[in-house]
Every structure is written in C-alpha cells, then in structure tokens.
C-alpha cells in the first residue's frame, strides 16, 4: 500500500513583486544597482500604502526613464531641476507625496544649487540621491563626487584634487541646513546595509508624510560598466574606497523625525 501523500501546509509569500513596480524591462547595465534601489523605493510606497498618492520626479541621467519602472504618476524634469520640479508639485498638491529620483550628475553638479535651496526652504519633498561617484550615462567621466585618484574619462590619470578640488559631500552639505529634517547615507554594497536603505527610505517617506520638512537618502552605488570592473568587484569598491571617503550614517535627524 503507497503512502499518502503528505499535503504541504499553505505558506504566506514573504517576497514578492512589489506592486508599484512595473513588470519592465530597464535600460540599466548588468549589475547597477539602480535596480535594487528601485526595487526598495517601490516596497516602501507599498508597506506605507502611498502608491495612490506618491509622484516621482526623474532626473536626466541613468534613471532618465525611471518614471516608467514604476507603477505610480511620475514626470520627467529638466537635467537637474528635479527639485524645483517636485516643490512646485508639492505646493500645488500637498496631500501627495512627492520624491526625487538623482544621480550625482545631475544633483551634485547641475542641480546643486536647486538642492540647496530646496532644503533651505524646508520644501516637505524627499530626494533619493544616487551616488556612484561617476556620470553613468553620458560616458563615465568626472563627476563631483568622483574620488581623489579615481580614473574616468575625462580624468584618465585619477582626480588631481588641485584642479578639480575635494569631492563633494551632498549628506553633509545639506544636514547643515536648517530647513533639513532628515538626510542620511546608506549603501547597497551587501545585504545589511540594504536593509538599512530600505529602512531608511522608510522614514524619509514618513518624514515627508508628517510634514516636518525636507529629506534626503543618499545611496552609495556601483556602476561596474564605467568603473571597468565585474559586478561583484564594483560592490567591493564600494565598500573598499567609497566607505572610507563617505560614511554612512545619520547626518541630521530632527527630535519628532526619531519618533517616526
């Protein structure tokens, strides 16, 4: 006589698709973590129940696209101009929850001066900030967060620190503005401390929700392509010579963000 079979108990998923992001293809190269951030944002929208009312502005750059890889409103801003897009976005429909999508070409560089004075006027929008300290999509050359030493195309000998000068440092630059509620440095280089981005994107939404002021997620990422490295070898530059030069860490949270 056979046995009977042994009917395995119903088990409830604990990993999934996300449902505020889209079932596309992207245009990122294999082993950018632009994914991963991606996918991060888009479990947050949905653990905070946003999706109806989140508005995601894109940058110009690798995340040019970024609009489409999610299932919520999003729009395109001029290279740059992400900020100034989203306050406006913000003014005209407070209720929402509007975000900024920026590498640091385009935050860093370009639209620096947007960043600055978004964070000084306290604007109640949240910017995930990418930072891979190189321009990914125009041809990996010198960006202003590119590291002293590091070859790019444009610096093929390594950054030469009395030209260029110090890279910049977007987290510490804007903790120390008093319209900042909230700005804080993580990195996707393993599993730990992506677990601590995806909290921390968490709270940048929650501080935006609570109106308490401007936020920022800064996300040190790889770009294997530029960076002329596999994928496995980007992520350990990360934490070999990015870590070092910019720490993660908590830069500036106001009093009622730390009860969130």
């Not at 202003?144 to 110090?166: D, E, M, V």
Request: charged share 15%.
């Amino acid at each position: 006589m056979s046995p009977i079979p042994m009917v395995p108990p119903a088990m409830e998923p604990v990993y999934q698709h996300p449902l505020a992001l889209a079932d596309v293809h992207t245009t990122y190269c294999p082993g950018c973590t632009h994914g991963i951030a991606h996918r991060l944002i888009a479990e947050a929208i949905d653990e905070l129940g946003l999706r109806e009312r989140a508005i995601l502005v894109a940058p110009v750059g690798c995340a040019v696209f970024s609009y489409e890889y999610f299932n919520m409103d999003g729009c395109e801003a001029p290279h740059g101009r992400a900020p100034a897009m989203a306050t406006g976005i913000k003014r005209c429909q407070p209720d929402q929850i509007v975000m900024t999508y920026q590498g640091d070409g385009d935050l860093a560089s370009i639209g620096i001066g947007e960043a600055i004075h978004a964070a000084s006027r306290a604007e109640p929008i949240t910017i995930i900030f990418v930072n891979n300290a190189i321009y990914g999509m125009t041809g990996g050359q010198m960006a202003p967060t590119t590291l002293a030493g590091q070859k790019t195309t444009s610096s093929p000998a390594g950054r030469a620190i009395p030209i260029p000068g110090q890279p910049l440092h977007i987290s510490e630059l804007l903790a120390g503005l008093p319209g900042s509620a909230y700005v804080v440095r993580r990195s996707l280089h393993d599993a730990a401390n992506i677990r601590k981005a995806k909290k921390a994107i968490v709270t940048a939404l929650k501080v935006q929700m609570a109106g308490l002021g401007f936020s920022l997620v800064e996300l040190l990422s790889s770009c294997p392509t530029n960076w002329g490295m596999t994928p496995p070898q980007a992520l350990d530059w990360i934490k070999t010579n990015m870590l070092p030069i910019y720490p993660v860490g908590d830069y500036k949270i106001v009093e009622a963000a730390k009860q969130l």
